[in-house]
């Protein structure tokens, strides 16, 4: 399975942007498709998680009333809308998709949970 992440850009306090990511095989078998993060010198942090089939999401406290997981079946995609972006926001966000069973926050909001990767897209938000 090959992840592609897209809609990454430069934007201002406050603005909005929305990622997308599309899997390129069908996603009968996935489990949760999340987002991840990584600020330059950094670790990769949590951001957000679907599950693929229920539709629970979980999100990484500093974003939750912010941000927006979704996914749309018909595509194999699954998207962030981020909205009063912050300069704590800029960050390589990276998608990842978990074939295995992994329910709640502990267990989706760990990368290593996650059997596949997109390249990244890079969001900088500008004072």
């Known amino acids: 399975v090959q992840l592609q992440a897209s809609g990454g850009g430069l934007v201002q306090v406050g603005d909005s942007l929305r990622l997308s990511c599309a899997a390129s095989?069908?996603?009968?078998?996935?489990?949760?498709m999340g987002w991840f993060r990584q600020a330059p010198g950094k670790g990769r942090e949590f951001v957000a998680a679907i599950t693929w089939n229920g539709g629970v999401s979980y999100y990484e406290d500093s974003v939750k009333s912010r941000f927006t997981i979704s996914r749309e079946y018909t595509k194999n995609t699954v998207y962030l809308q981020m909205n009063s972006l912050k300069p704590e926001d800029t960050a390589v966000y990276y998608c990842?998709?978990?074939?295995?069973?992994?329910?709640?926050?502990?267990?989706?909001?760990?990368?290593?949970?996650?059997?596949?990767w997109g390249q990244g897209t890079l969001v900088t938000v500008s004072s």
């Open positions: 095989e069908g996603t009968s078998s996935t489990y949760n």
């Open positions: 990842a998709l978990d074939h295995d069973y992994c329910s709640g926050y502990g267990c989706t909001s760990l990368a290593k949970n996650y059997d596949y």
